[in-house]
């Protein structure tokens, strides 16, 4: 196995600001709420132009309001995106592609957590392996030649949980043994490999695409409902228990608190590909961003490469085959 060398970490500015964004378009999934919303809003107050892949439209409308509200001048639009659904991604990229507008930033944030039960995709995945990793590879890999022309910076939201991924090559999407957790951990650990591996290619095909990832720590969102709760007749405890903790103080963060490490890998010119970012404090839960060591689980270059390959071949798509006629 090649692994890669941990590389000297570089410091996070304690006071961190971000550069003017004017002139840059920035798609960011997931931004209806939470993370995601906030992570917009904050690139909309930089100047950016927002494009908002959202699954529910409601939700979307109103995130719209809300941006519009905090940024009178703000341009921002939303569009359909449903991560669990090849199909849906397609659309999403190919109605991109149409516009034919260069694409400066990406941040992958959207995401589901720990349903109860196993669930799948449109396709037939596991859901969170199928959501939260294929649905977001597949949209990266179809704009990529949008993302080679805006020179672009792709940041992917991993966790902390990547730390304990692992994977089961014969059972990628757990259909003999479906746990929560270990499948979360596992398409995290994904999101992660993904991130770094983009970083390489592009670094080896000059496509000049900066890929990073980088974790909020432990923020309290809709998150810890939405997934605990398929497949549960009752509540689950997870959103309960985090807002006791919030409350408290204690291992939980706000989201203007979480979304720092994110927003920094995403827009600070000193933050560098092929690394991650997140909480400084301890365990990583809470804490202003920093550059973190890359997990063990994650420093295979092997195990990332094998991972693409995988990857193209279950959502059915060569992503750098629409780059051959394509220069930055």
Same mark, same amino acid.
């Given at each position: 196995?090649?692994?890669?060398?941990?590389?000297?970490?570089?410091?996070?500015?304690?006071?961190?600001?971000?550069?003017?964004?004017?002139?840059?378009?920035?798609?960011?999934?997931?931004?209806?709420?939470?993370?995601?919303?906030?992570?917009?809003?904050?690139?909309?107050?930089?100047?950016?132009?927002?494009?908002?892949?959202?699954?529910?439209?409601?939700?979307?409308?109103?995130?719209?309001?809300?941006?519009?509200?905090?940024?009178? #001048?703000?341009?921002?639009?939303?569009?359909?995106l449903d991560l669990a659904s090849l199909a849906s991604v397609e659309s999403l990229?190919?109605?991109?592609?149409? #516009?034919?507008?260069?694409?400066?930033?990406?941040?992958?944030?959207?995401?589901?957590?720990?349903?109860?039960?196993?669930?799948?995709?449109?396709?037939?995945? #596991?859901l969170q392996f199928g959501t939260n990793h294929l649905g977001h590879a597949a949209?990266?890999?179809?704009?990529?030649?949008?993302?080679?022309?805006?020179? !672009?910076?792709v940041t992917t939201v991993t966790s902390s949980a990547a730390r304990s991924g692992?994977?089961?090559?014969?059972?990628?999407?757990?259909?003999?043994?479906?746990?929560?957790? *270990?499948?979360?951990?596992?398409?995290?650990?994904?999101?992660?490999?993904?991130?770094?591996?983009?970083?390489? *290619?592009?670094?080896?095909?000059?496509?000049?695409?900066?890929?990073?990832?980088?974790?909020? /720590?432990?923020?309290?969102?809709?998150?810890?409902?939405?997934?605990?709760?398929? /497949?549960?007749?009752?509540?689950?405890?997870? #959103?309960?228990?985090?807002?006791?903790?919030?409350?408290? /103080?204690?291992?939980?963060?706000?989201?203007?608190?979480?979304?720092?490490?994110?927003?920094? !890998?995403?827009?600070?010119?000193?933050? *560098?590909?092929? *690394?991650?970012?997140?909480?400084?404090?301890?365990?990583?839960?809470?804490?202003?961003?920093?550059?973190?060591?890359?997990?063990?689980?994650?420093?295979?270059?092997?195990?990332?490469?094998?991972?693409?390959?995988?990857?193209?071949?279950?959502?059915?798509?060569?992503?750098?085959?629409?780059?051959?006629?394509?220069?930055?």
């Open positions: 196995m090649k692994h890669e060398s941990v590389p000297e970490l570089e410091p996070v500015p304690e006071h961190q600001s971000v550069p003017d964004l004017r002139g840059t378009l920035a798609v960011v999934t997931g931004a209806s709420d939470g993370v995601g919303l906030g992570l917009a809003m904050r690139l909309a107050r930089a100047g950016a132009e927002l494009v908002l892949p959202v699954r529910n439209a409601v939700k979307g409308a109103a995130a719209l309001d809300r941006i519009r509200a905090s940024e009178p #001048e703000a341009r921002v639009s939303a569009r359909d990229a190919e109605s991109l592609r149409a #516009e034919g507008r260069p694409i400066h930033l990406l941040i992958n944030n959207a995401g589901v957590m720990a349903p109860a039960t196993r669930h799948t995709t449109a396709d037939g995945f #596991e949209l990266t890999g179809r704009l990529l030649p949008l993302l080679v022309a805006g020179r !672009a910076r692992t994977f089961d090559w014969d059972d990628l999407q757990s259909e003999a043994r479906y746990a929560p957790v *270990r499948a979360y951990n596992r398409s995290k650990l994904a999101n992660l490999l993904f991130a770094t591996e983009l970083n390489r *290619r592009s670094t080896a095909g000059g496509w000049g695409i900066v890929s990073n990832a980088a974790h909020p /720590g432990t923020t309290l969102t809709n998150l810890y409902a939405s997934g605990p709760n398929l /497949g549960r007749a009752r509540p689950a405890p997870h #959103e309960r228990i985090m807002r006791r903790l919030a409350g408290w /103080g204690v291992l939980v963060h706000s989201v203007d608190a979480g979304l720092q490490p994110i927003l920094y !890998a995403a827009t600070s010119p000193e933050a *560098r590909g092929g *690394r991650l970012y997140g909480p400084d404090g301890r365990g990583q839960f809470t804490g202003g961003p920093t550059e973190l060591a890359l997990y063990r689980s994650a420093r295979d270059e092997e195990t990332a490469a094998r991972l693409w390959q995988v990857t193209e071949h279950l959502t059915g798509s060569e992503f750098t085959a629409d780059l051959r006629d394509v220069r930055p």
